[in-house]
């Protein structure tokens, strides 16, 4: 299937809608949060001021606790504002490992609603590669969001970057109960879009009866600068 | 008058002991869970008067529990807790027989008269 641009538009506009969506509804949980631990601390000095003993513990522990939701909400701004920068991000060396360890993050939430672990595979360190970091990404989206769909509950999948066979892969593996075949037949329209634009090649196994590799090899272009 | 009895669903762990906390301060007695199926077993066991219950939370969403609860206790009123002003799900939560949704982060005060209201008592 041929995909216009005006389709894999709407689907790269889908993809960053859903992904500010969901680090903006973190921020906003580390906002509720801290509200009710600023307010406890009030509730505290408003016991003290009537009489009450002040609990000096209580009241460091309360801070700290505001500190880490702070440094946690400063981690989701980070990469909210780093993935801002991507969309219009020219054609330029990229670290590919870098990018793995974005949508690693950025999907965390996706897979704690599906009920499944996402994790980084072994990492050989940067991967130079040459193109456009919001369209590898989307790219890695597609096929996190695709090993998901076909994941049994309580697994883990890995988000893996490196060099097989002489290409350039990323590699998503996780636990399902389909056979290859209805594994693959998921395989969704948006993943195809970003696949065709790219020239990747996407390729599926499943090993041990159960473990379904979706493989996406990055054509040539996209190859480190030294190796082309 | 007994104290008003509220069960308080939200996956995020430290919003919910904090809540609880803030609202015993107040004489309300309230109890947190960080899961649907928590939520969903709990009201077997103990008596609310009212549920405070966040829509997006892994596994079984809001939407789902608010389902299963008006199935199992239709008198029992229940408050979504949601983050995004517009969300859709929280329409949805009350076209299921949520009593209002309120958006975080929320002013206590406001979510006290809310339980209180959502419970059938009278505001002071």
Redesign the interface.
């Known amino acids: 299937m041929t995909y216009t641009d005006d389709q894999l538009r709407r689907r790269s506009l889908e993809f960053s809608g859903r992904i500010t969506a969901s680090l903006s509804?973190e921020i906003?949980?580390v906002?509720?949060?801290?509200?009710?631990?600023s307010?406890?601390l009030d509730?505290f000095t408003f016991?003290a001021e009537n009489g009450r003993p002040i609990d000096l513990e209580r009241q460091k522990t309360t801070v700290r606790?505001i500190t880490a939701?702070i440094y946690r909400g400063r981690e989701y701004i980070q990469q909210l504002n780093s993935f801002a920068h991507m969309m219009d991000s020219k054609n330029q060396e990229l670290d590919l490992a870098r990018c793995a360890e974005q949508i690693s993050f950025v999907c965390q939430r996706f897979a704690?609603?599906?009920?499944v672990g996402l994790g980084l595979g072994p990492s050989g360190g940067a991967l130079a590669v040459q193109g456009h970091s919001f369209e590898l990404l989307h790219l890695m989206f597609r096929l996190v969001v695709l090993a998901m769909d076909v994941s049994v509950p309580d697994s883990q999948i890995t988000l893996q970057v490196g060099m097989q066979n002489e290409e350039i892969c990323i590699t998503v593996t996780g636990d399902t109960v389909l056979d290859e075949n209805e594994a693959f037949s998921k395989e969704n329209a948006a993943l195809t879009g970003i696949v065709e634009k790219l020239g990747a090649e996407v390729r599926s196994s499943l090993s041990s009866g159960k473990t379904i590799h979706l493989i996406a090899a990055l054509p040539k272009d996209t190859w480190p600068l030294s190796t082309v | 008058m007994e104290p008003l009895r509220v069960l308080i669903v939200d996956d995020e762990e430290e919003l919910v002991s904090t809540l609880v906390e803030r609202l015993e301060i107040r004489g309300i007695n309230a109890h947190g869970v960080t899961a649907g199926k928590e939520a969903l077993a709990c009201l077997q066991d103990m008596a609310f008067d009212v549920v405070l219950l966040d829509v997006k939370m892994p596994e079984i969403g809001g939407l789902q529990v608010i389902q299963e609860i008006k199935k199992q206790l239709p008198d029992l009123e229940v408050i979504l807790l949601t983050g995004h002003g517009s969300d859709e799900d929280a329409k949805k939560g009350l076209e299921l027989g949520a009593f209002e949704y309120i958006i975080k982060p929320f002013n206590l005060s406001a979510l006290i008269d809310a339980l209180h209201r959502a419970a059938g008592r009278d505001v002071l």
């Open positions: 509804h906003n949980n906002m509720a949060i801290i509200n009710e631990l307010g406890l509730d016991a606790k939701q704690r609603n599906r009920k």
